[in-house]
């Protein structure tokens, strides 16, 4: 089957896939051939029909976004085999709970300050994690708004996950 | 396909793929019959084939975290189909720009009321020991009719002394604030975080500077006042010193003057009670 030259060189999907580039290639617009290595991750992770059934289900303004992380969930699964992505979120999460914690500490001194008293330096520093603080809470940073992240990734629950999707 | 014989029943994927669950199935223990929806989220992302594949590369024993992971990241896909865990990551480091932000502005504030405390007890303290140098004096010092007049003229030349006495209270509130930012110092380095010019690791460290200042320029008191060698108030110093060390600031600062009190003579007394009724204010 000879190519026209008239056409537009294959996207590098079918080029992986070694398959003719069709007009309506729905991996051609962001699957470029300068990026062989975007594609060639997202393939090996979550396969080419995956991929493709998931730009599907998603409305074509939004393929773009969808195939760029997509493509950044692959290439950490391919550093990290183990933790994928996942990995960067847990540290997150971490640093998240870290500064309330210390916003919460710091707001109680201002407090104490307010009503003229000398705030006292803690025993240790595990006392400040003592104090309550609105840390913590799974799916708490956004209630405002509405929108609920999933919860913590940091809660161990080796016994897996429920149906909800959370951990 | 439930086995026969009373076996256990066939996990998530060998159910959905109708075949026998033998039981060296690298996915029955993290799929349950019970949970087809967290498999079916985890089939739609990655595929079975991709999963065993992953399980495969890996070693025994990180299996569990992988498909802990794996599930994870297909239960966010499913609820968020666009941008998945890269919008959780977004959005996280959203929260800690905030977080930092606001940490920072607290921070500052806290600072504020710190210094406005810190000035507070020093006029106090000065009030009550200036108080104190002024009932001494009509004790029976026959002092001259100008005298309050005398001691507030006398600012310049007696400059170091008065910074002096700043610098006996500041040594100890100093330790105070330093413990207080070095808690939070010791609270940042336990948990590394990325290197960040506005990390509270560097805010606090910026802090950290004007308190130490003060401690620098109480250690050089003894070559900068030869006032109190000539009276030799360097023992009373050290004793009084140690007072503060140890008990309130008012408190000490109140002995340490009336020892000082005894020690001097007239004219270096009025020099003395010059410096305390003066306040520094840095």
Known sequence: ?167 | MTLKGGATSACAACKYQRRKCIPECLLAPYFPADQTKVFQNAHKLFGVSNIVKILKSLDPSQHAEAMRSIKYQANVRDRFPVYGCLGVIRHLYYQIQLLEEEFHAVLTQLEMYRQHHHQQQQQQQISSMADDVISQLELGMAPPTNALPLFNQMTQPYAMQNSYSSYMDSPKDSVENNSLWIQHLFLDTNNHTTSNNDSPIAIQSQLLLPNSEPLADAQDYDEIHPFFDSIDDRQSYIESKDAYDSTSSEESLKDATESMVENVADNELKSAAACFSLTSVN
């Open chain 1, 1 to 167: 089957m000879a190519s026209s030259s008239y056409s537009n060189p294959p996207c590098a999907a079918c080029k992986c896939l070694r398959r003719k580039c069709l007009p309506d290639c729905i991996f051609a617009p962001y699957f470029p051939p300068e990026e062989p290595q975007k594609f060639i991750n997202v393939h090996k992770i979550f396969g080419a029909s995956n991929v493709s059934k998931l730009l599907n289900d998603v409305a074509p303004h939004q393929r773009e976004d969808a195939v760029n992380s997509l493509a950044y969930e692959a290439e950490a699964r391919v550093k990290d085999p183990v933790y994928g992505c996942v990995g960067a979120i847990s540290v997150l999460q971490r640093q998240v709970m870290r500064l309330q914690k210390e916003l919460d500490a710091t707001n109680a001194d201002i407090v104490r300050y307010a009503y003229n008293e000398m705030p006292q330096p803690p025993p240790a520093a595990a006392s400040h994690y003592g104090r309550r603080s609105t840390a913590g809470h799974a799916g708490s940073f956004d209630q405002n708004s509405g929108f609920c992240y999933p919860s913590q990734w940091n809660n161990n629950d080796p016994s897996g996950d429920n149906e909800s999707g959370s951990l």
